[in-house]
Nanobody, 117 residues
């Protein structure tokens, strides 16, 4: 199983980005994962959970991004998305996709998001 993130970049405060995470090598579709999540890690800080989606499509968000983030998926493309609006400099981090299938967990290599004031 491989997860690959894309869509990161440099934006100004108040801007938007849509991050993508595409899964390959899985049996079934991306909805077969028990949970798919987005995490982020800023320099010098611990990795933190940003958003998650269950196999049934229920989503949950960290308080720090609630009302600014939307997680969605395209099952045909085996891809999940994280739409981030009204970005702030505190959102600067490497964003990682994470998924669980059975007892196995998988991580992507991450995509950098940089927000300038």
């Amino acid at each position: 199983v491989q997860l690959v993130e894309s869509g990161g970049g440099s934006v100004q405060s108040g801007g938007s980005l849509r991050l993508s995470c595409t899964a390959s090598g899985i049996s079934g579709s991306i909805s077969s994962f028990k949970v798919v999540a987005w995490h982020r890690q800023a320099p010098g800080k611990q990795r933190e959970l940003v958003a998650s989606m269950t196999a049934g499509g229920s989503t949950d968000y960290a308080d720090s991004v609630k009302d600014r983030a939307t997680m969605s998926r395209d099952i045909r493309k085996n891809t999940v998305y994280l739409q981030m609006n009204n970005l702030k400099p505190d959102d600067t981090a490497v964003y990682y996709c994470n998924a669980f299938q059975g007892t196995a967990g998988y991580w992507g290599p991450g995509t950098q998001v940089t927000v300038s004031s």
